[in-house]
Nanobody, 115 residues
Framework: QVQFVESGGGLVQSGGSLRLSCKASGFDFRINGMGWYRQAPGKSRDLVASITTGGSTNYADSVKGRFTISRDNAKEMVYLQMNALIPEDTASYLC?????????WGKGALVTVSS
């Protein structure tokens, strides 16, 4: 079945960097757009970065210029390089298909940014 396994979260100081990884399985990865979503406590889950099958990327305004999404089709992996982190980036980060997520979610990678 469809599965997403996120890793790479942690505690980082404001201005620091983290790289998240996501292993996808159970579907034809190469023909699907992929994305990173995040959900902060008490808030909705939002798409922050996406990448098409052809490698075109799109970012939410709040992370543009700081986050970079990439993919490795051979490994069925999606990555999110996060630089210049700020406390407002604190959230659980999850990967899924994009722009339309499927109703299977991993456990997420918790990112905590201290000021």
């Amino acid at each position: 079945q469809v599965q997403f396994v996120e890793s790479g979260g942690g505690l980082v100081q404001s201005g620091g960097s983290l790289r998240l990884s996501c292993k996808a399985s159970g579907f034809d990865f190469r023909i699907n757009g992929m994305g990173w979503y995040r959900q902060a406590p008490g808030k909705s889950r939002d798409l922050v970065a996406s990448i098409t099958t052809g490698g075109s990327t799109n970012y939410a305004d709040s992370v543009k210029g700081r986050f970079t999404i990439s993919r490795d089709n051979a490994k069925e992996m999606v990555y999110l390089q996060m630089n210049a982190l700020i406390p407002e980036d604190t959230a659980s980060y999850l990967c899924n298909k994009a722009p339309y997520a499927v109703n299977f979610w991993g456990k997420g990678a918790l990112v905590t940014v201290s000021s």
